[in-house]
């Protein structure tokens, strides 16, 4: 089975979605490649990353980390 490279404990970056093992917000790697930076350089700038997982967190087509669902509210 396999294990998600997306972890969110209120320990850890108070709840934000960091990928597994390390401190590091999904949310920097969408802000990296959204700036037209490479998955080499969100690398670069965090180690403690590896590319089996960013490459995972694409594949999976997580969305985005900060998206709620929507819950229908019933007018009466």
Do not use: W
């Not at 294990?3 to 590091?24: H, L, N, Y």
């Not at 997982?53 to 980390?65: D, M, S």
């Not at 900060?66 to 509210?73: N, Q, Y």
Request: proline share 7%.
């Amino acid at each position: 089975m396999n294990q998600s490279v997306v972890k969110v404990d209120r320990e850890i970056m108070s709840g934000a979605s960091c990928f597994a093992g390390t401190r590091v917000p999904i949310q920097n790697l969408i802000d990296y490649l959204e700036g037209g930076d490479s998955i080499e350089e969100f690398l670069d700038g965090f180690p403690s990353v590896s590319r089996e997982q960013v490459i995972a967190f694409l594949e999976e087509g997580n969305p985005a980390p900060t998206a709620l669902p929507v819950r229908e509210e019933h007018a009466q």
